[in-house]
């Protein structure tokens, strides 16, 4: 985190990114900010001792929530020491508050002039993302103790409110007094310090952010009450750690990267405006911390074992969102579900479709794969009735309106030619999907993992019709349906002297036929005929798409091909995390485990946060996983990818009333125990055994020891 | 005279059952407001069963919105959340309530055919 050079402290879609002096001076290119809601609520917040900006000593992030960043004035050579200390204590609960603290080393008084000024650019983030000019007008307003800053478009209205409280002086003796108060103006907060000989100075500011205008409607935005406090979330996030499985392994770094995945997810849950208090995943930090159907979806199956919560309340939220009506603007169908939520000036302006968007042509089927799964998991049939008419329409959906030829394939093209999605699938940009020659196919396009999606989404629902919505009727004709499917996509994508599936279908129903990481994703679905699974697997493992870390988006080889593409040749943690799930399903446990490995030992150069994505280099040649230039991190799938790849090396499955454990441990861990994993067998502990012992020296060096060039590596960075 | 909102307001009531809404109950109060004066509107969800009717009583959601705004809103023209962030309408009590309901106004209606659009000669 302060390798890259940026501090972000965040309480779900509220977050703050500074630099590691914890100031804010955003530049048209840097996400930096106070932003809530999609929106940029200070655009600048510098802190200058005598006019001059401090130097950081160190940075700690003590919980997601808070950072301290400890300061010195610069005294321009290393051979004189500072005198002085400066404190910045922030945390991020409902906008954010932070506390100043002065100490004076010297026993010489000194009087200091404090300066923080404050400046908001009340930017959209998309806004930020694409360089976009404001259309509306700045206000301040400045009165004894809080200075408001404004932007109004039309009726469209946000206000940054910043308070300051009592300073106070503490001398040496320890005894207490009231400092003077701080100076407020249009550009900031100067404070005029006197300190004494060993004293300290302390005092507070509170910086909130209101979405309507500060006088017109809290009583909107503020339904729980009173906002939640710092001791609230200490607590919430030690139940929530409390409340998950432990680990136990003999590999040291993953346990690090283990409690990192909880935290973080922690971090990212997010209550949608609507929900109340109920929390979702939001997706990833900066550019997504909002409600995504397919990211909220997937991060809820990887995290199944771990907080089964987040899946409940997922599909319910986006149950409750699902498509009601044709809406081209935003791509909108009945039965579909969505694909992101905004709420910023340009989705306000319906400058964007965002209010939801619903450019996406998985999430319906994910939907209802999670339901079955969740259920499977929990036992939770109330939800399974709950949804059987949100699911009945998902089902509708995908025979009615995702099948744009007619064909019985699900296929997109967006009806929003100008601020629509061209991909809608999980690699959204715009040059994902290409033939080896580097053509782009034509509109509509059906990729291969849609159908498998489908074909699972078809699978589980009839289970679920025939267990829990007593519908045998619907059930039999979904598992025709399926059948059905799966043998036409055999027949259609398969491309047979490459040996593997097409990554999509054009509109003329030709194969798009680049050698991609979607394959994968077919093992996951169960669409992949077993007698052509051996196939699959040799290109996932195999030289073009196995970088030594991961399986990279798009092969070697390919035309489009570029190993810092972000879908083209990167290598993206959560699809390895779903592909090892699906090598597990065929039976092939060894090569799980490989990628397992490759990418918890990548999570360990990332100080157990995997980023939403990394180079597609070859492990060999750069010797460590380089990062994606402006990957987002946290990024919720990304962290909930050693979660699952921990299931996937246990071998947890839910059948019936029982959690089975099948371990396949990678070369180099010696043993690995999820302790406590909830379900409906109330809770059980999972062990696994590795193939092979892991000396002592090698459990101190806390590495997989096998493997040698990690090894080597590591003895580098160590001297 | 052609009343969008009168129109749209029957035919919720006439239609009565709501598969969508069978999760949600409670009352929404639509404060309609322009040219002088406000008219209430009174839609009661009971599990997705649907009543109109007028009157300014308690309700647990009340919109307070301009009438042509609002005519907007049941024609498909203008998208209820947009508008909600957009500062147009301000929502009093339980937000969820409105969010629910307005997911049977129409879309957005679709764009017309280029010739259509073209001038005529």
Same mark, same amino acid.
């Given at each position: 985190?302060?390798? +890259?050079?940026?501090?972000?402290?965040?309480?779900?879609?509220?977050?703050? !990114?500074?630099?590691?002096?914890?100031?804010?001076? $955003?530049?048209?290119?840097?996400?930096?900010?106070?932003?809530?809601?999609?929106?940029?609520?200070?655009?600048?917040?510098?802190?200058?001792?005598?006019?001059?900006?401090?130097?950081?000593?160190?940075?700690?992030?003590?919980?997601?929530?808070?950072?301290?960043?400890?300061?010195?004035?610069?005294?321009?050579?290393?051979? !004189?020491?500072?005198?002085?200390?400066?404190?910045?204590?922030?945390? !991020?609960?409902?906008?954010?508050?932070?506390?100043?603290?002065?100490?004076?080393?010297?026993?010489?008084?000194?009087?200091?002039?404090?300066?923080?000024?404050?400046?908001?650019?009340?930017?959209?983030?998309?806004?930020?993302?694409?360089?976009?000019?404001? =259309?509306?007008?700045?206000?301040?307003?400045?009165? &004894?103790?809080?200075?408001?800053?404004?932007?109004?478009?039309?009726?469209?209205?946000?206000?940054?409110?910043?308070?300051?409280?009592?300073?106070?002086?503490?001398?040496?003796?320890?005894?207490? $007094?009231?400092?003077?108060?701080?100076?407020?103006?249009?550009?900031?907060?100067?404070?005029?310090?006197?300190?004494?000989?060993?004293?300290?100075?302390?005092?507070?500011?509170?910086?909130?952010?209101?979405?309507?205008?500060?006088?017109?409607?809290?009583?909107?935005?503020?339904?729980?009450?009173?906002?939640?406090?710092?001791?609230?979330?200490?607590?919430?996030?030690?139940?929530?750690?409390?409340?998950?499985?432990?680990?136990?392994?003999?590999?040291?770094?993953?346990?690090?990267?283990?409690?990192?995945?909880?935290?973080?997810?922690?971090?990212?849950?997010?209550?949608?405006?609507? %929900?109340?208090?109920?929390?979702?995943?939001?997706?990833?930090?900066?550019?997504?911390?909002?409600?995504?159907?397919?990211?909220?979806?997937?991060?809820?199956?990887?995290?199944?074992?771990?907080?089964?919560?987040?899946?409940?309340?997922?599909?319910?939220?986006?149950?409750?969102?699902?498509? %009601?009506?044709?809406?081209? #603007?935003? &791509?909108?169908?009945?039965?579909?579900?969505?694909?992101?939520?905004?709420?910023?000036?340009?989705?306000?302006?319906?400058?964007? *479709?965002?209010?939801?968007?619903?450019? %996406?042509?998985?999430?319906?089927?994910? #939907?209802?794969?999670?339901?079955?799964?969740?259920?499977? @998991?929990?036992?939770?049939?109330?939800?399974?009735?709950?949804?059987?008419?949100? %699911?009945? $329409? $998902?089902?509708?959906?995908? &025979?009615?309106?995702?099948?744009?030829?007619?064909?019985?394939?699900?296929?997109?093209?967006?009806?929003?030619?100008?601020?629509?999605?061209?991909?809608?699938?999980?690699?959204?940009?715009?040059?994902?999907?290409?033939?080896?020659?580097?053509?782009?196919?034509?509109?509509?396009?059906?990729?291969?993992?849609?159908?498998?999606?489908?074909?699972?989404?078809?699978?589980?629902?009839?289970?679920?019709?025939?267990?829990?919505?007593?519908?045998?009727?619907?059930?039999?004709?979904?598992?025709?349906?399926?059948?059905?499917? =799966?043998?036409?996509?055999?027949?259609?994508?398969?491309?047979?002297?490459?040996?593997?599936?097409?990554?999509?279908?054009?509109?003329?129903?030709?194969?798009?036929?680049?050698?991609?990481?979607?394959?994968?994703?077919?093992? @996951?679905?169960?669409?992949?005929?077993?007698?052509?699974?051996?196939?699959?697997?040799?290109?996932?493992?195999?030289?073009?798409?196995?970088?030594?870390?991961?399986?990279?988006?798009?092969?070697?080889?390919?035309?489009?091909?570029? *190993?810092?593409?972000?879908?083209?040749?990167?290598? @993206?943690? #959560?699809?390895?995390?779903?592909?090892?799930?699906?090598?597990?399903?065929?039976?092939?446990?060894?090569?799980?485990?490989?990628?397992?490995?490759?990418?918890?030992?990548?999570?360990?150069?990332?100080?157990?946060?995997?980023?939403?994505?990394?180079?597609?280099?070859?492990?060999?040649?750069?010797?460590?996983?380089?990062?994606?230039?402006?990957?987002?991190?946290?990024?919720?799938?990304?962290?909930?990818? *050693?979660?699952?790849?921990?299931? +996937?090396?246990?071998?947890?499955?839910?059948?019936?009333?029982?959690?089975?454990?099948?371990?396949?441990?990678?070369?180099?861990?010696?043993?690995?125990?999820?302790?406590?994993?909830?379900?409906?067998?109330?809770?059980?502990?999972?062990?696994?055994?590795?193939?092979?012992?892991?000396?002592?020296?090698?459990?101190?060096?806390?590495?997989?020891?096998?493997?040698?060039?990690?090894?080597?590596?590591?003895?580098?960075?160590?001297? | 005279?052609?009343?969008?909102?009168?129109?749209?307001?029957?035919?919720?009531? /006439?239609?009565?059952?709501?598969?969508?809404?069978?999760?949600?109950?409670?009352?929404?109060?639509?404060?309609?407001?322009?040219?002088?004066?406000?008219?209430?509107?009174?839609?009661?969800?009971?599990?997705?069963?649907?009543?109109?009717?007028?009157?300014? /009583?308690?309700?647990?959601?009340?919109?307070?919105?301009?009438?042509?705004?609002?005519?907007?809103?049941?024609?498909?023209?203008?998208?209820?959340?947009?508008?909600?962030?957009?500062?147009?309408?301000?929502?009093?009590? /339980?937000?969820?309530?409105?969010?629910?309901?307005?997911?049977?106004?129409?879309?957005?209606?679709?764009?017309?055919?280029?010739?259509?659009?073209?001038?005529?000669?």
């Amino acid at each position: 985190m302060t390798t +890259t050079g940026s501090v972000s402290t965040l309480d779900g879609n509220t977050f703050v !990114v500074s630099d590691t002096a914890g100031d804010i001076d $955003a530049s048209p290119t840097e996400p930096n900010g106070l932003f809530s809601w999609d929106t940029r609520y200070l655009s600048r917040w510098v802190l200058t001792l005598d006019g001059h900006r401090l130097n950081p000593l160190s940075t700690d992030d003590l919980h997601y929530f808070e950072t301290r960043f400890f300061l010195v004035p610069g005294t321009g050579t290393v051979y !004189v020491d500072a005198t002085l200390s400066i404190i910045r204590r922030r945390e !991020v609960v409902d906008g954010f508050r932070e506390e100043l603290t002065i100490l004076n080393h010297s026993a010489t008084p000194v009087t200091l002039t404090l300066r923080l000024d404050a400046a908001s650019d009340f930017a959209d983030l998309f806004e930020v993302k694409d360089h976009l000019k404001k =259309k509306g007008k700045y206000y301040t307003r400045v009165d &004894d103790n809080l200075l408001l800053l404004g932007y109004e478009r039309q009726t469209y209205r946000r206000e940054t409110l910043i308070t300051t409280a009592a300073s106070t002086h503490v001398d040496e003796h320890g005894e207490s $007094a009231d400092a003077p108060s701080a100076h407020l103006d249009e550009h900031g907060i100067t404070f005029t310090v006197h300190l004494g000989a060993h004293g300290t100075w302390n005092t507070e500011l509170h910086v909130s952010c209101s979405l309507w205008g500060w006088a017109a409607n809290q009583r909107v935005t503020a339904r729980t009450e009173s906002g939640h406090t710092r001791k609230d979330m200490e607590e919430d996030l030690d139940e929530w750690l409390s409340g998950a499985p432990k680990l136990e392994c003999d590999w040291e770094p993953l346990k690090h990267t283990y409690r990192r995945s909880l935290t973080d997810l922690a971090a990212l849950r997010f209550a949608p405006m609507t %929900s109340g208090e109920r929390c979702l995943p939001a997706a990833g930090l900066p550019w997504f911390m909002t409600m995504f159907g397919r990211d909220s979806i997937l991060t809820s199956l990887q995290a199944l074992p771990y907080a089964p919560s987040l899946a409940a309340t997922t599909l319910a939220e986006l149950g409750a969102r699902q498509g %009601s009506r044709v809406d081209d #603007f935003r &791509d909108e169908d009945p039965g579909k579900i969505l694909h992101e939520m905004r709420y910023g000036e340009l989705t306000a302006f319906e400058e964007r *479709p965002h209010s939801p968007y619903y450019g %996406s042509a998985d999430s319906t089927a994910l #939907f209802l794969i999670l339901l079955d799964e969740y259920e499977r @998991w929990s036992g939770d049939t109330r939800l399974v009735r709950d949804l059987e008419y949100e %699911s009945r $329409a $998902a089902l509708t959906w995908l &025979d009615q309106y995702a099948d744009l030829r007619g064909d019985g394939y699900v296929w997109y093209q967006t009806r929003n030619p100008d601020t629509g999605l061209e991909n809608q699938c999980w690699k959204d940009s715009w040059d994902s999907i290409s033939y080896s020659d580097g053509r782009l196919p034509g509109f509509p396009r059906a990729t291969c993992e849609l159908q498998g999606y489908t074909y699972d989404a078809k699978k589980r629902a009839a289970r679920l019709a025939r267990t829990i919505w007593n519908d045998p009727t619907l059930a039999d004709s979904l598992d025709e349906q399926a059948a059905d499917l =799966k043998r036409r996509f055999n027949r259609d994508f398969w491309i047979e002297d490459r040996k593997y599936y097409a990554l999509a279908l054009d509109a003329d129903g030709t194969q798009v036929d680049a050698l991609s990481s979607n394959i994968g994703h077919l093992l @996951w679905s169960g669409i992949v005929e077993r007698r052509r699974a051996h196939h699959i697997v040799e290109h996932l493992l195999g030289p073009r798409l196995y970088s030594g870390w991961g399986i990279r988006t798009l092969a070697e080889g390919e035309q489009r091909y570029n *190993p810092v593409g972000y879908h083209v040749g990167t290598v @993206w943690p #959560f699809d390895n995390s779903f592909i090892a799930w699906g090598l597990r399903r065929y039976g092939y446990k060894n090569e799980a485990a490989r990628v397992a490995a490759g990418i918890l030992d990548a999570a360990e150069f990332f100080n157990g946060r995997l980023p939403e994505a990394f180079c597609g280099y070859d492990r060999a040649v750069t010797k460590y996983p380089v990062p994606y230039p402006t990957a987002c991190s946290p990024q919720a799938w990304s962290t909930g990818t *050693p979660l699952l790849l921990l299931g +996937t090396m246990l071998g947890l499955q839910a059948v019936d009333e029982h959690l089975v454990v099948d371990p396949a441990l990678p070369v180099g861990i010696g043993h690995l125990a999820l302790l406590d994993v909830p379900g409906r067998w109330g809770h059980r502990d999972a062990y696994g055994r590795g193939r092979v012992q892991v000396r002592a020296d090698d459990r101190l060096r806390k590495l997989r020891p096998q493997l040698s060039t990690l090894q080597t590596l590591v003895n580098r960075r160590e001297t | 005279m052609n009343d969008p909102t009168a129109d749209y307001f029957h035919s919720l009531a /006439e239609h009565g059952r709501y598969p969508l809404l069978r999760a949600t109950s409670g009352t929404i109060r639509f404060d309609l407001g322009g040219n002088g004066h406000a008219e209430h509107w009174r839609v009661t969800i009971d599990r997705g069963h649907i009543d109109v009717s007028r009157g300014a /009583e308690h309700a647990d959601c009340v919109v307070h919105v301009a009438k042509t705004l609002f005519d907007g809103m049941v024609t498909g023209r203008v998208n209820t959340m947009a508008a909600v962030l957009r500062g147009q309408i301000d929502v009093e009590g /339980e937000l969820h309530l409105i969010v629910m309901l307005q997911r049977l106004f129409p879309g957005r209606p679709p764009l017309p055919e280029p010739a259509t659009r073209r001038h005529p000669k």
